[in-house]
């Protein structure tokens, strides 16, 4: 094989973030012809990493319609996509995580004979429905996938322990810590100005980010209530809380601490202001995935809205807590960390067993050796 092609597919942001250091990375790589696809089932969101990473996709589905479904997404995904890899004849498609578009990409390189390379394989909460659809998609392009990219030792445990051939799962670290290092600086200025004028000297800044399908209704309701509380009842700080687009998440959020002093409710951050100001916050509370690898690298300990993680990692290390969606327990989580000094450092000091910054090359060896375009493996991730 002279040339190697591979197709990386994404549709969402968090994809995007993720992905596009292994991209630049193949495309800088001789002997290997990179090709992107985006389905866009989130069209600004993508839009905005895309050009922070200056990516140009060869291939754009513009899948996204207004209300729309999973089953709607599944659908626009698959059918264009099989369009898609009839053309380019890649020798693999590259997906990453557990969107919708991930599941639907797999299927329909099945479909046509192409070997799948996942991304962030392996990681498990074993509940059907925590996170929805997150889960299934996970599992179910691990059960299409040739190629298994674990972040983690223990990712690579969740694949054995299903019965995934152990010669298919690579360790490599998580190619969002590669992200990182280019996005954060400490001489940033953000595009969105209210960020310039926040005092991060004499304030504490308690960052905000949740919008899970399982968390709308009661559950937002209570944690944002649990944030109005702590706002309250610790005068030093401010909370910023950029808010997720679904009206359903609006409406709540607006609702419970649109009037509050002290609370910033933006819009969504573009990518490089919100890594940032991860970086200059003191707190985050998050029902995100992403984030929990994301902030330990910064050094910023993480408080997860929700009932399980797929990444218990960041839990044994110390570098999360789980506090639920209850009001009583998120704020006595943030109330903890807001009034122990040294169980904060605790957490703030924790090593991040998500990435050393090398993913990317990693994942890119290990597939040049694979396709028999190089005669060493590189060695799996060890943090």
């Given amino acids: 094989m002279e040339t190697l092609k591979i197709l990386s597919i994404f549709g969402t942001r968090p994809e995007a973030i993720k992905m596009a250091p292994l991209v630049r990375t193949l495309k800088e790589t001789p002997g290997v012809e990179s090709r992107l696809c985006v389905t866009a089932q989130h069209r600004e969101m993508l839009d905005q990493v895309l050009n922070l990473f200056n990516l140009v996709p060869q291939e754009d589905l513009n899948i996204m319609k207004d209300r729309q479904t999973l089953s709607g997404i599944t659908c626009r995904a698959l059918e264009g996509l099989e369009e898609i890899i009839l053309k380019d004849k890649p020798h693999l498609v590259l997906v990453h995580g557990d969107t919708t578009t991930t599941f639907a990409a797999s299927l329909a390189a099945y479909y046509q004979q192409v070997k799948v390379g996942h991304v962030e394989a392996g990681l498990r909460t074993f509940q059907k429905y925590s996170p929805f659809p997150e889960e299934m998609n996970r599992k179910l392009a691990g059960v299409l996938a040739d190629f298994h990219f674990a972040p983690t030792r223990g990712a690579a445990q969740n694949l054995l322990g299903e019965g995934v051939d152990p010669q298919s799962i690579f360790v490599t670290g998580n190619t969002v810590i590669d992200a990182l290092q280019t996005t954060v600086g400490e001489d940033h200025l953000f595009e969105e100005e209210k960020l310039n004028h926040l005092d991060y000297e004499n304030q504490r800044v308690i960052l905000v980010e949740a919008h899970r399908r ?124 807001l009034q122990d000094g040294e169980d904060y450092l605790s957490m703030a000091r924790a090593v991040n067993p998500y990435g050393d910054g090398k993913a990317s090359p990693r994942i890119r060896d290990i597939l040049l050796h694979s396709f028999g375009l190089s005669s060493q493996l590189p060695p799996p991730f060890n943090p």
């Fill in 214 to 337: 399982e968390n709308l209704g009661r559950p937002l309701e209570e944690i944002c209530q649990a944030l109005a509380d702590l706002v309250d009842n610790f005068p030093d700080t401010c909370l910023v809380f950029p808010v997720h687009k679904n009206p359903a998440v609006r409406e709540t959020v607006s609702r419970f601490l649109g009037d509050k002093d002290r609370v910033y409710l933006l819009e969504p951050l573009a990518t490089g202001d919100f890594h940032n100001l991860m970086a200059r916050s003191y707190l985050i509370l998050t029902d995100s995935g992403g984030i929990q690898e994301e902030a330990p690298s910064l050094g910023k300990p993480v408080l997860v809205l929700r009932e399980h993680t797929e990444r218990p990692e960041a839990v044994e290390r110390g570098t999360v807590r789980l506090v639920g969606r209850d009001r009583e327990r998120v704020y006595r989580g943030g109330a903890q960390l």
